[in-house]
């Protein structure tokens, strides 16, 4: 695969993460992933109130078709490889006085990343998705209205690329970035 070059020096875990899609069937260790989770468990998170809840199903058990039918056809295809399926929640109101909690989405973004950065470490593949259900999310799995769905991650162990339909074959390379310059700015917004 061609590889990822940072304009400075950083880490290589943040450098190799990738939403593969590859994955073995091959199932994760409860204790495996629970190593995930508790990665996600120390993110940050505004007045520390830790909105995130993550809802998972392992493969082959009787959650998992429950989980597995929220997602699109597109990313069914490949997700069915996976050795866990996770519905990532936040708490929209703030649990100490009932507020909106205007960072409720960035704190569990934070989390995701987290736990997507021990995945890599660990050797798991960890793959995020948006193309689900989330309205059929919510009443399939009892979310309260207090709770936004954010994703849902496919977990699992990496597989062989070969294995995927062509086309999906074809992106499992590095994906670019834009170039800093762009997205750092000194100063005031500017274009
Ligand atoms: C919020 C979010 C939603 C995403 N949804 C999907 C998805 O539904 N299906 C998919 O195959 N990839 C999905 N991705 C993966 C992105 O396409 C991927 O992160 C992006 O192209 C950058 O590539 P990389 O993660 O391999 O570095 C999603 C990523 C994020 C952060």
Known sequence: MKQRTPTYPIDPMILHRYSSRAMSKELIKNDELMT???AARWAPSSYNNQPWRFLYAQRETPLWYL????????NQVWAKNASTLVVLISRNLFEKNGKPSRCHSFDAGSAFENLALQGVKNGFVVHPM???????????????DVFSVEIMIAIGKPGKKDDLPKELAEKETFTERRPLSDIVIEGPFKE
């Open 130 to 144: 948006q193309g689900f259900d989330d309205i059929k999310a919510k009443t399939a799995l009892c979310i309260p």
């Open 36 to 38: 995930l989770f508790e």
């Open 67 to 74: 989980f597995f039918s929220l997602l699109l056809p597109a």
